[in-house]
Nanobody
């Protein structure tokens, strides 16, 4: 069973930045399209960014131009650089395969954007 460990969340003011990391135990990590998802209170989990095996990235309109997904296949790690954070970015952030999640979800990392 693949294990996912997200980290890097925290409390930041509007306009701030955070860099999230997600380490996976899957040795075939490089063979998957990976994504960052988020779930705000009372809302469904949504896919906000994904990176194909070739490094092609796509983003939800709500984060385009502010978030950047990247991956280090040698370290089995995917990152999410988040800039110009807004209060509406507040959520628990998760990583998984994309666009369909096939691995067991990790615990996620809480991002709170508030002054």
């Amino acid at each position: 069973q693949v294990q996912l460990v997200e980290s890097g969340g925290g409390l930041v003011p509007p306009g701030g930045s955070l860099r999230l990391s997600c380490a996976a135990s899957e040795r075939l990590f490089s063979g998957y399209t990976l994504g960052w998802y988020r779930q705000a209170p009372g809302k469904q989990r949504e896919l906000v960014a994904r990176s194909t095996t070739a490094g092609i990235t796509t983003y939800a309109d709500s984060v385009k131009g502010r978030f950047t997904i990247s991956r280090d296949n040698a370290k089995n790690t995917v990152y999410l650089q988040m800039n110009s954070l807004k209060p509406e970015d507040t959520a628990v952030y998760y990583c998984n395969t994309a666009p369909q999640s096939i691995w067991q979800w990790g615990q996620g990392t809480q991002v709170t954007v508030s002054s």
